[in-house]
């Protein structure tokens, strides 16, 4: 079993890239402060990597 992440988006959406408001949507990330649990899979961490300026990962 991978480990599980928790991811909080922590700034807007509103002015990024199509590509990345797409990413925040296959997070599960629709709204600020809202956190979802994913498991840490290369494709996760992948996206989070592609929108890191705008989440945080706890754990």
Known sequence: MMA???VRQV???IKCPIDQK???????????NRVVEHEATPQILGMI???????????
């Open 4 to 6: 599980k992440i928790k």
């Open 11 to 13: 700034k807007s959406r």
């Open 22 to 32: 797409r990413t925040l949507d296959a997070l599960g990330l629709r709204r600020i």
């Open 49 to 59: 990597k592609k929108v890191r300026h705008l989440v945080v990962v706890e754990n």
